[in-house]
C-alpha cells in the first residue's frame, strides 16, 4: 500500500486534538488500579502524569476499563512471542494510517530486536522481499483481517502449521485491538510524544 506519509501526518496531528484530557484528580480508583497495573508492564516511571491517552479515554470509565484490560491481557498473557505480536501491530497500525500507534511501536519493536531494515520492509507489507515464511504470513494476516475482515484459507493453513490453536485466536484478538486503538487515536488526533517519528520511524 502506498502511502502520502506527509498528508497522513498532517491530517491526524496537525490539528488540535478532539476532546480535553481529564485531570489526574478526575480519575477513579478503578481507572487508576488499571493504569498502574499498565505502568508496571512497561516500566512507566511512576512519577511521571497520567498519559493523555488514558485520561482522554477515561471519559467513559467502563468502555475504559474494558479496553485497557484487553490490552493488559495481550501484554502479560499472551503465548505469541513478543517479536510476533509487534509485527502484527506494527503493520496494522501502517494500514490504518496510525502515526501514533506506529510510532510507539516501533520504538518497542526496536527495543526487541526489529530492524530498521524490518521496519520499512513492514510498510511494504507481506510482498517484501526478504522474509521468513513465518514472518511473511504473520503480515499477511494483518493484511486480510485489515481489507477483509477475515483470514483467507491459505494464510490460515500457514499459520496453523506453526501456532497453536491459543496463539490463532491472540493473533486475531490483538488485530483487532489495534484497530480500535488506532480508530481511537486517529479520530481524537493524539499528539506524538517527542521520540515518536510516526509514520516516518524506522
Same mark, same amino acid.
Given at each position: 500500500?502506498?502511502?502520502?506519509?506527509?498528508?497522513?501526518?498532517?491530517?491526524?496531528? $496537525?490539528?488540535?486534538?478532539?476532546?480535553?484530557?481529564?485531570?489526574?484528580?478526575?480519575? !477513579?480508583?478503578?481507572?487508576?488500579?488499571?493504569?498502574? =497495573?499498565? =505502568? +508496571?508492564?512497561?516500566?512507566?516511571?511512576? +512519577?511521571?502524569?497520567?498519559?493523555?491517552?488514558? @485520561?482522554?479515554?477515561?471519559?467513559?470509565?467502563?468502555?475504559?476499563?474494558?479496553?485497557?484490560?484487553?490490552?493488559?491481557?495481550?501484554?502479560?498473557?499472551?503465548?505469541?512471542?513478543?517479536?510476533?505480536?509487534?509485527?502484527?501491530?506494527?503493520?496494522? $497500525?501502517?494500514?490504518? !494510517?496510525?502515526?501514533?500507534?506506529? /510510532?510507539?511501536?516501533?520504538? @518497542?519493536?526496536?527495543?526487541? !530486536?526489529?530492524?530498521?531494515?524490518?521496519?520499512? =520492509?513492514?510498510?511494504?507489507?507481506?510482498?517484501?522481499?526478504?522474509?521468513?515464511? /513465518?514472518?511473511?504470513?504473520?503480515?499477511?494476516?494483518? +493484511?486480510?483481517?485489515?481489507?477483509?475482515?477475515?483470514?483467507?484459507?491459505?494464510?490460515?493453513?500457514?499459520?496453523?502449521?506453526?501456532?497453536?490453536?491459543?496463539?490463532?485466536?491472540?493473533?486475531?484478538?490483538?488485530? $483487532?485491538?489495534?484497530?480500535?486503538?488506532?480508530?481511537?487515536?486517529?479520530?481524537?488526533?493524539?499528539?506524538?510524544?517527542?521520540?515518536?517519528? $510516526?509514520? +516516518?520511524?524506522?
Amino acid at each position: 500500500m502506498t502511502r502520502d506519509v506527509a498528508a497522513r501526518m498532517d491530517e491526524v496531528c $496537525g490539528n488540535a486534538p478532539r476532546l480535553e484530557p481529564l485531570s489526574d484528580e478526575a480519575l !477513579g480508583e478503578r481507572e487508576m488500579d488499571v493504569i498502574l =497495573r499498565m =505502568r +508496571e508492564l512497561t516500566a512507566y516511571p511512576v +512519577e511521571q502524569p497520567v498519559h493523555p491517552f488514558f @485520561t482522554t479515554l477515561a471519559h467513559q470509565p467502563a468502555f475504559f476499563e474494558a479496553y485497557m484490560q484487553l490490552g493488559i491481557s495481550a501484554m502479560a498473557s499472551a503465548e505469541l512471542p513478543q517479536r510476533t505480536r509487534e509485527l502484527i501491530i506494527l503493520r496494522t $497500525g501502517w494500514l490504518c !494510517g496510525a502515526p501514533y500507534q506506529f /510510532g510507539e511501536h516501533v520504538v @518497542t519493536a526496536r527495543k526487541i !530486536g526489529v530492524t530498521a531494515d524490518e521496519i520499512e =520492509r513492514i510498510k511494504q507489507g507481506s510482498s517484501a522481499e526478504g522474509w521468513a515464511e /513465518g514472518d511473511r504470513a504473520i503480515l499477511r494476516a494483518a +493484511e486480510e483481517l485489515h481489507a477483509d475482515a477475515m483470514i483467507s484459507d491459505a494464510t490460515w493453513a500457514g499459520l496453523a502449521e506453526r501456532l497453536s490453536p491459543r496463539e490463532l485466536i491472540e493473533l486475531m484478538m490483538i488485530a $483487532g485491538h489495534y484497530h480500535l486503538t488506532a480508530f481511537i487515536q486517529n479520530s481524537l488526533r493524539f499528539r506524538l510524544n517527542d521520540y515518536n517519528l $510516526g509514520l +516516518e520511524s524506522v
